[in-house]
């Protein structure tokens, strides 16, 4: 907008600021003019990038692990609250508890059936007593219960046994905003978490730099990237002017094998292996399952196969010790895995 004032008389434009009479009174006075004020503008909010992203389904079951690499359980199920959602983290407790033995039971009831010297004592004459005893009708099926009643009917001590299962435990729930990030691999599915919950609970302090640890300390952990990617497992410690951590890289291979159980119709693997040998003309110890298939084949004979799923290594890399960002139960690496270049693929055996 322009700083200048015109005269409404000759349309000059006049200085500012400008001496201007008050046609009403006669006072003069100066005349300034400003400039309409600007509106301010506000500065572009930056898009707010995700942490993670998952699917509700994945996160079954996932691995859970506090920030120093110490394992707290495995997520049960998700839990939503009015305004936030929650995971639920279980552990598999081990339960002993002390329960019948029906097994033995039996066997004592049996004692209590009168001798024949022309029959042995068994089971069918056992169910027989018991559907008396306790008034069944005459098909009734005897369970482990009935003869527990029947056995407290005759006085007949119960014998105990040591009964061991794991129970799953829930142990913590976590809400989203404690969790630093979730990874999902072919290995399934990790959490890693913000605070060192599991490490405090276990009086383990957090540590800034990660000790040097021997191939024996380390060796089978589990290896996370720093997005939560289960990578494989630590193979061994590389000495050199830095540690380095050699990881072994798997994943789940399926794979279609011969199916053993369903080939038992056709006399079990052995005897076609045996039948494949004596057609090829060669010693059996050298037949292997692949030429078993490939002969069966060339016979028209039908092996039945199956899918089976397994971890299977499919590469290694090495990274440097200052890459490591803790060791816990687990391995948390500083960075993602795309981060270490193309893994080496394993080296077949010669």
């Given at each position: 907008m322009s700083q200048e004032v015109s005269c409404p008389s000759c349309g000059r434009a006049l200085p500012l600021p400008a001496k201007v009479i008050c046609p009403h009174?006669?006072?003069?006075?100066?005349?300034?003019?400003?400039?309409?004020?600007?509106?301010?503008?506000?500065?572009?909010?930056?898009?707010?990038?995700?942490?993670?992203?998952?699917?509700?389904?994945?996160?079954?079951?996932?691995?859970?692990?506090?920030?120093?690499?110490?394992?707290?359980?495995?997520?049960?199920?998700?839990?939503y609250d009015r305004d936030e959602v929650f995971i639920d983290v279980y552990k598999l407790v081990e339960q002993r508890v002390t329960g019948p033995d029906f097994d033995r039971l039996k066997i004592e009831l049996?004692?209590?059936l009168p001798k024949k010297l022309w029959k042995?004592?068994?089971?069918?004459?056992?169910?027989?007593?018991?559907?008396?005893?306790?008034?069944?009708?005459?098909?009734?099926?005897?369970?482990?219960?009935?003869?527990?009643?029947?056995?407290?009917?005759?006085?007949?001590?119960?014998?105990?046994?040591?009964?061991?299962?794991?129970?799953?435990?829930?142990?913590?729930?976590?809400?989203?905003?404690?969790?630093?990030?979730?990874?999902?691999?072919?290995?399934?599915a990790c959490v890693i978490l913000k605070e060192p919950v599991e490490a405090l609970k276990l009086s383990i302090q957090p540590v800034d730099k990660v000790p040097f640890k021997s191939?024996?300390?380390?060796?089978?952990?589990?290896?996370?990237d720093s997005v939560g990617k289960i990578l494989g497992r630590v193979q061994k410690v590389l000495l050199?002017?830095?540690?380095?951590?050699?990881v072994d890289l798997e994943d789940v291979i399926s794979k279609h094998v011969i199916d053993l159980e369903a080939l038992s119709s056709l006399g079990g693997f052995e005897a076609l292996a045996d039948k494949a040998a004596s057609s090829l003309g060669i010693d059996r110890s050298s037949v292997t399952p692949e030429m078993v298939l490939e002969?069966?084949?060339?016979?028209?004979?039908?092996?039945?196969?199956?899918?089976?799923?397994?971890v299977e290594k499919i590469g290694e890399i090495d990274v440097r010790w200052e890459d490591i960002k803790k060791i816990g139960d687990v391995v948390l690496l500083s960075k993602k895995m795309e981060d270490y270049g193309s893994p080496s693929k394993p080296s077949l055996p010669s």
């Open positions: 009174c006669g006072a003069v006075f100066e005349l300034h003019l400003h400039p309409p004020p600007q509106p301010i503008a506000q500065p572009a909010q930056p898009s707010v990038e995700p942490r993670f992203l998952v699917e509700e389904e994945a996160l079954i079951n996932a691995l859970v692990v506090d920030s120093e690499g110490y394992v707290c359980g495995r997520v049960y199920r998700t839990r049996l004692k209590t042995p004592r068994n089971f069918r004459d056992l169910e027989e007593k018991v559907r008396k005893e306790l008034r069944l009708h005459p098909s009734a099926h005897v369970t482990d219960r009935e003869l527990y009643e029947y056995a407290k009917l005759k006085g007949v001590p119960i014998p105990t046994k040591v009964i061991e299962h794991r129970d799953k435990k829930i142990v913590y729930s976590f809400s989203l905003k404690q969790i630093e990030t979730v990874g999902v691999s072919g290995l399934g191939t024996e300390q380390v060796k089978g952990k589990l290896t996370i050199g002017a830095t540690l380095f951590l050699r002969w069966a084949r060339r016979e028209g004979i039908h092996i039945p196969m199956k899918i089976e799923r397994r």
